[in-house]
C-alpha cells in the first residue's frame, strides 16, 4: 500500500540481509511477490576474510579489545569522543598525569591499555589510555584515562578525541603504586614503538583498506539498474551514501562500516512522488 500507491515506487534496492515485518519473515522474495511490477535489487555484502563486513562484528571487536581487526574493517581507527572532566588526580603524583575523557559513545572498547592518538584543538599527540575500573586503586568506577606523551598544558573541559591503535595490554592489579608505576613507564614505553610503526602511519594515512562490491546506479528514467565499481572514497556514517543528480535523477548506493550505526539492513526505495508530497 505505502510503497506502491503513496509513493509511487518503481525500484527498489535492498542490502542483502535485508529483512521487515513480524519476527523479520518478510524478505525481496517476498515482496517481489506483492508487488511484482516492483523492480528490487539486492546489493551484495561487503566481505573480508570470507565474512560479511557489518557494524556487529565491528562491535564486537571493539568491545574485546581488538581495535586492530576492527580498524582493517572500519578503515580508520575506532575512536573515542568526550570532554577531558576533573578526576581524582592520582596520576599526577607518581609521573603520569592523566586526562580523564567522559565518554560519549555507548560501546565500551575492552579493557586494558592502549596506544592511541589523542587529537585536542586540532592537534594530535601520542597517548598511552588506560580503559577500565583501575583494580589497583579502585576497582569500581569504568573511566577512561589518557596519559599524554611529551605534553604540558590544562586540557579540563575540552573535547577530545581518541584513535585506538592497539591494545598494549590486558588491565591488572599490581601490590601497590610503586608496581603501577613501574608498569606504566613500560607502558609508555611500549606505546612509543606501537606508535612509531610504519604500519599505523600508513594506516592513518589511507583510511581505507577494503575494496567494497560493485555500487549500485538507479536510473528513474528508465527504471534500470546496474553496477558499477566504486571508487576509493572513504565510507562515512550512515546506512546510505547517495548522490542525486537532477538531469538523471540517479542515486547510487554503497555500504556504512560505522559503528555508530544501529542497523545493517540497507533499503532505497526509488519513487516518482516528490518528496514535498510525502509530508
Excluded at 576492527?70 to 586526562?99: K, M, N
Excluded at 553496477?227 to 572514497?233: G, I, K, N
Amino acid at each position: 500500500e505505502y510503497l506502491d500507491r503513496r509513493l509511487g515506487a518503481r525500484v527498489l534496492v535492498v542490502g542483502y540481509d535485508f529483512r521487515f515485518g513480524s519476527m523479520r519473515g518478510g524478505d525481496a522474495a517476498r515482496l517481489h511477490q506483492w508487488l511484482p511490477n516492483l523492480h528490487i535489487c539486492e546489493v551484495a555484502p561487503l566481505t573480508h576474510g570470507d565474512e560479511p563486513v557489518s557494524s556487529s562484528r565491528i562491535r564486537k571487536l571493539v568491545a574485546a579489545g581488538n581495535v586492530q581487526a576492527a580498524a582493517e574493517l572500519l578503515g580508520h581507527p575506532h575512536r573515542i569522543t568526550g570532554p577531558v572532566q576533573l578526576g581524582d588526580q592520582r596520576g599526577r603524583t607518581i609521573g603520569f598525569p592523566t586526562a580523564n575523557v567522559a565518554m560519549q559513545e555507548e560501546l565500551r572498547p575492552g579493557t586494558g591499555v592502549y596506544a592511541a592518538h589523542f587529537e585536542v584543538d586540532g592537534a594530535t599527540h601520542l597517548a598511552a589510555v588506560n580503559i577500565g575500573t583501575r583494580p589497583t586503586v579502585d576497582g569500581t568506577r569504568f573511566s577512561v584515562e589518557a596519559h599524554l606523551l611529551d605534553f604540558a598544558g590544562d586540557l579540563y573541559g575540552k573535547q577530545v578525541g581518541l584513535d585506538l591503535i592497539a591494545r598494549v595490554r590486558d588491565e591488572q592489579r599490581f601490590a601497590g603504586l610503586d608496581a603501577l608505576k613501574a608498569q606504566i613507564a613500560l607502558d609508555v614505553d611500549a606505546v612509543r614503538r606501537v606508535l612509531a610503526q610504519p604500519a599505523t602511519a600508513a594506516l592513518l594515512r589511507s583510511r581505507v583498506v577494503l575494496q567494497a562490491p560493485p555500487m549500485v546506479t538507479v536510473d528513474t528514467s528508465t527504471s534500470s539498474v546496474v553496477q558499477r565499481p566504486e571508487p576509493e572514497l572513504p565510507v562515512k556514517c550512515g546506512s546510505l551514501a547517495m548522490l542525486a543528480s537532477t538531469r538523471s535523477r540517479g542515486c547510487m548506493v554503497t555500504h556504512c562500516r560505522s559503528t555508530r550505526c544501529s542497523s545493517s539492513p540497507l533499503a532505497l526505495i526509488v519513487s516518482s512522488t516528490p518528496a514535498s508530497d510525502l509530508r
